[in-house]
């Protein structure tokens, strides 16, 4: 288990807002933070020394140590409680959940899940599950947000209803994420690392990045409602400077319960992701 407590201050939000919020209020002390900003916070603090060759954790006190050389974020489960809020003192603890081996079209996959409790004061905020995968070396052909793949790609199928938030993010946008969060992922500013070391055809838009701008987007679409719950899948990358799109029509769940469905659609329309909100009642 990993514990950390944190005050939310402000200033990692303000920088957020000013790179890719800029429609959102200025965040100020007892504000309520948007759900997906806490993803701002308690950024990565493993040393130097603990990092892998790209620059990703090598297990956050956590993680049983694992060969494979590339780490991605391959999605999330949360439960929101209620909105967190800046200066509030959070504390959160980290376990693992499934550790689980399979084979992919490009070699062996591990799949690991995160199970964060985020708390204040006692109560208990904000509960996930954030699904990493650790793959083979090349990124030419993985699956699970990392690489193109070899399959098929066949753009998503969307109808009437659908609102459409298009979005392109260049290189600064790209380091300031990574500034904030304290990543030093390479792929998400290193250009000679991805391209030639990880097979990619340019720099990789974080999937941790790509999940708040799924969030934002919905809030958008749907003002004064509150998140009650959120599912992200990542099933393709996303690169800097191609444009892409945010779509998204209404739902309703299994318990009849309001929802928005997001898809991120890359430059060639497919789906590179998939969210769903679940609307507190």
Do not use: C
Not at 42 to 62: I, K, M, Y
Not at 85 to 107: F, H, P
């Amino acid at each position: 288990m990993n514990v950390r407590t944190e005050v939310l201050r402000v200033q990692p939000a303000v920088d957020y807002r000013g790179t890719f919020a800029v429609e959102d209020p200025l965040p100020r002390e007892g504000a309520e933070l948007p759900a997906g900003w806490e993803g701002l916070y308690f950024p990565f603090d493993v040393p130097l020394a603990g990092l892998r060759p790209d620059g990703s954790p090598e297990g956050d006190d956590v993680l049983p140590p694992v060969e494979l050389p590339r780490r991605m974020y391959a999605g999330e489960d949360t439960t929101f409680h209620r909105p967190l809020r800046y200066g509030e003192a959070v504390e959160r603890t980290t376990t693992l959940g499934s550790l689980v081996t399979k084979e992919g079209r490009s070699g062996e996959l591990v799949f690991a899940d995160l199970v964060r409790v985020l708390r204040v004061a006692g109560e208990t905020v904000l509960e996930t599950t954030w699904h990493d995968v650790f793959l083979e070396g090349s990124g030419s052909g993985s699956g699970s947000g990392s690489g193109s793949g070899p399959g098929r790609r066949e753009p998503a199928v969307t109808g009437p209803g659908w609102w459409r938030r298009p979005a392109v993010l260049d290189a600064r946008q790209l380091f300031r994420f990574s500034a904030t969060t304290f990543n030093t992922h390479r792929v998400h500013y290193d250009r000679t690392w991805a391209r030639e070391v990880e097979g990619l055809p340019d720099l990789l838009v974080h999937g941790p990045l790509a999940r708040i701008l799924v969030l934002d987007a919905a809030r958008r679409e749907n003002p004064g409602r509150a998140v009650a719950g959120f599912s992200y899948r990542s099933s393709a990358p996303l690169f800097v400077d191609r444009e892409f799109v945010l779509t998204g029509h209404g739902t309703t769940g299994p318990d009849g319960e309001p929802g928005t469905e997001v898809l991120v659609l890359d430059e060639e329309g497919v789906a590179a992701g998939r969210g769903v909100v679940r609307w507190a009642s």
